[in-house]
């Protein structure tokens, strides 16, 4: 068959496929396609790769490849394209498919916990000890900043100036800004075979356990620990998972088993997705935490009170929201 | 001899129907372009967020710290999966799709923008563009994680017409490659210069035995033969 016949009988087909294609490109309210004309898009889609592929063996005129290139990279996208129920699955998602998939990798969050919690108890230990310990990691002007904000005698305690609720709203933002950031570079870190994470876990268990220890020996135990209990359950938590996250990024760079370093990765990246996206919700209910209830003044058993409470959610959530009945994961 | 397969900075991906679809993909110096077009939006949009939230005291700084925080993080990705492309790839005429040819979705936007901060380490793009020179498909770090490729949108113009002449059998057999060049010349030359037209044309002068215009329509002729046959 010559190029000319062929495109007599076929343009027809081709007409049709991409005026549905145009239709179909037009934002959803525009668009005006019954089911049946729409359920008419695979065959006409395979009819026409198939004309392609005759085209291309036959070797036909460049311009027709284009054209049925083009037709087919179009069809291609629509035919195949994933489309969700973000809604529902968002809603599913923190009913269950986080803590499921924390569970499932386990061992990352476990490893991330390790790294975050051994030193934030051993420079703890060691600045409870030695009043200059905490000079080894902060310069004297930090520290002298640090105490300042959970002295006792201070007005308000907790922050360095008297707080009204516009602060807390100032502050609930610059959470989100700081803390949801440092979790996502938490993450992006594991790219560089997992070091950025466990740095960046090092370095906070690092600050915070010293912080704590100097504090607690200071004697300020009641304004510091009745300021960070609460959303330090969220908080605390969400980054060790943000580390984990990374950490499974890294091990799939650097032991991808048996499959190659890319297609290891990005398996590894969809999963550690679902763990960064759920402890970004984790950071927004400590920043909103944080703001609006660890730095009121209430009484400190309050505050302890409130922050068992929080913890025992945190963890119960993880352990047990999604379980099946049958005891899977 | 040198296939245009190795030498363009293309991707094939064959398609389960079997056939090959082809995408060009986008290099370091046009998406820096995109990124320069979308920084300075970025930099319109903190200008503009930061004036008019800044005289709403604390709840006003909320605002604007949660609105940076949304854009530094959440800007591309919002474009990316409403349409495949931030305005500034749109500027530049490219878009992201899956490694698969298909649009992208939600997860591998946000995992590309997500490890945007390390592409971005030490500075500038260090990563990014050591990572998009060391792959051939000019991936950067978060495009290597989440699947994605960045390729120039296929603008499809109108197809050309092949100029209409009396077929002409050719004088000696063409080869397949042959007879596709010279299709691809008919359906070319009309973009073509005259004297650039003749001077390719004029190639083959020892078979059609004619010089200057005439030789171009010759091989119209030949072009008008290999598709109608008549």
Redesign the interface.
């Known amino acids: 068959m010559?190029?000319?016949q062929f495109e007599q009988a076929y343009r027809p087909l081709w007409d049709k496929l991409g005026a549905l294609l145009d239709e179909m490109e037009l934002s959803r309210r525009k668009r005006n396609l019954d089911k049946a004309r729409a359920a008419a898009l695979p065959t006409l889609?395979?009819q026409v790769?198939?004309h392609?592929?005759l085209a291309?063996s036959r070797?036909?005129?460049?311009?027709?490849l284009?054209?049925l290139?083009?037709l087919?990279?179009r069809g291609?996208?629509h035919l195949?394209?994933?489309r969700?129920a973000?809604l529902w699955r968002t809603l599913d998602f923190i009913g269950g498919g986080f803590p499921r998939a924390l569970r499932r990798h386990r061992g990352y969050f476990l490893l991330a916990l390790t790294s975050f919690l051994l030193p934030a108890l051993l420079l703890g230990l060691a600045c409870y000890v030695d009043p200059d310990m905490i000079y080894s990691l902060m310069d004297e002007q930090q520290v002298a900043e640090m105490e300042s904000m959970y002295d006792p005698s201070g007005s308000h305690p907790g922050r360095s100036e008297a707080r009204?609720?516009?602060?807390?709203?100032?502050?609930?933002?610059?959470y989100?800004?700081n803390n949801?950031?440092i979790g996502?570079?938490t993450?992006?870190?594991g790219?560089?075979l997992g070091v950025?994470s466990l740095f960046m876990l090092l370095f906070n268990g690092l600050v915070l356990g010293g912080v704590a220890g100097h504090l607690t020996r200071l004697g300020y135990h009641d304004t510091f620990w009745s300021f960070v209990s609460g959303h330090g359950a969220f908080e605390l938590t969400a980054i060790v998972i943000c580390g984990a996250a990374g950490l499974m990024?890294g091990h799939a760079l650097l032991a991808p088993g048996q499959r190659r370093r890319?297609p290891a990765?990005?398996a590894?990246?969809?999963e550690a997705?679902k763990l960064?996206?759920g402890a970004a919700l984790m950071l927004l209910a400590a920043a909103f935490v944080e703001a609006f209830w660890s730095s009121s003044t209430l009484d400190a058993a309050i505050k302890y009170g409130v922050a068992v409470l929080l913890w025992a959610l945190v963890v119960f959530y993880l352990v047990f929201a999604g379980r099946s009945r049958h005891g899977s994961l | 001899m040198v296939t245009t397969e190795e030498v363009d900075t293309t991707r094939q991906y064959e398609?389960p129907?079997?056939?090959l679809?082809?995408f060009r993909l986008a290099g370091p110096l046009v998406r820096a372009g995109a990124w320069a077009i979308d920084a300075a939006i970025r930099a319109v949009l903190y200008i503009a967020i930061g004036l008019s939230f800044s005289y709403f005291?604390?709840?006003g700084?909320?605002?604007?710290?949660?609105a940076?925080?949304l854009i530094?993080?959440f800007y591309p990705v919002l474009f990316e999966v409403k349409s495949g492309a931030t305005p500034g790839k749109k500027a530049m005429g490219i878009w992201v799709?899956h490694d698969?040819?298909?649009?992208v979705?939600?997860?591998a936007s946000?995992?590309r923008n997500?490890?945007?901060?390390?592409d971005f380490?030490p500075v500038m793009y260090g990563f990014g563009l050591l990572s998009m020179l060391f792959n051939r498909e000019f991936k950067r770090?978060g495009d290597?994680?989440?699947?994605t490729l960045v390729v120039y949108r296929?603008s499809?113009e109108k197809?050309?017409e092949?100029p209409s002449s009396t077929a002409v059998r050719p004088g000696v057999e063409l080869t397949?490659?042959e007879?596709?060049a010279v299709?691809?010349f008919?359906?070319r030359a009309p973009a073509l210069s005259s004297e650039r037209r003749v001077e390719l044309a004029e190639i083959l002068s020892e078979i059609s035995g004619r010089k200057g215009e005439r030789a171009v329509d010759g091989i119209y002729g030949y072009?008008n033969w290999?598709?109608?046959?008549r």
């Open positions: 010559r190029q000319e889609y395979r790769c198939s392609y592929a291309r070797r036909f005129s460049p311009a027709l284009e054209q290139h083009h087919v990279l291609h996208r195949y394209r994933q969700g973000w009204s609720s516009e602060t807390d709203f100032m502050m609930f933002g610059f989100i800004f949801i950031g996502f570079r993450f992006a870190g790219m560089l950025g990024l890319i990765l990005k590894a990246a969809a997705l960064v996206l | 398609i129907e079997g056939v679809l082809e005291g604390g709840v700084v909320a605002i604007i710290l949660i940076l925080f530094e993080w799709i698969n040819g298909t649009p979705t939600l997860s946000v995992i997500l490890l945007r901060a390390v380490m770090l290597l994680a989440a699947g296929d499809y197809r050309p092949l397949e490659s007879q596709q299709l691809a008919a359906e072009a290999l598709m109608k046959g």
